[in-house]
């Protein structure tokens, strides 16, 4: 017997679900917004196409729409014997959401990259790999630092949406707190906590990229 008991993830609420829904939809977005840049500008009809049409269709609907899709649709494309939780459902609307933004923002890095240090790799013998991934990747995601952490930032203010699916994150469980009796007349209080604690988290994440930047030199020739 453990001296601490499990807690279904069903159960998680407040400020550790807002950390575990940013936290995660970041993480997960980011490779797949970037393999769907380069997807984008790939020379294969078909992954361009579909590249394309992913990131047009999610742009062009609010988060609201997929976090109700991942939550009631995604479920019924499922086996039979595959039960996903809830906050694994918002997650996966998260991340969705967030790569096609995250795409289109690494896609405008790769077109700074001018075409003659691909033509210089090219004339080297390198693969269209080895040249992504030593020549235009690391020089377009370091550019486009500033672009994705802003996202990010956005994205961390936009867990509170997760709401509308069941799930009590910090702003869930704050109109529980002002739903009970011995809270009236407290709103105040209870939302300037709030925007202190998304204050302090959002504030957090622009002085990391700040010093990032400065460690990468971005903008520094």
Partial sequence: ETALPSVSTNA???LLLTVVLAV????LSFPLGVLLALGRRSRLPAVKILST????????VPLVTILFMADII???FLPGEWRL???????????????????ENVRGGLQAIPLGQ????????LSGIQTNRFIVLPQALRSVIPANVGLFIAFLKDTTLVTIIGLFELLGISRSVLAQSESFGAQMEVYVFIAGVFFVLCYAMSQAS??????LGVGVR
């Fill in 53 to 60: 049409a992913y990131i047009e269709l999610i742009r062009g």
């Fill in 118 to 125: 691909v033509e210089a790799a090219q004339a080297l013998g």
């Fill in 85 to 103: 939780d809830r906050v694994a459902r918002a997650i996966g609307g998260i991340t969705l959401f967030s790569a096609a933004y995250v795409a």
């Fill in 24 to 27: 995660s939809g970041i993480i």
């Fill in 74 to 76: 995604l479920p019924l």
């Fill in 12 to 14: 998680w609420g407040g």
């Fill in 210 to 215: 700040y010093r990032l930047e400065r460690q």
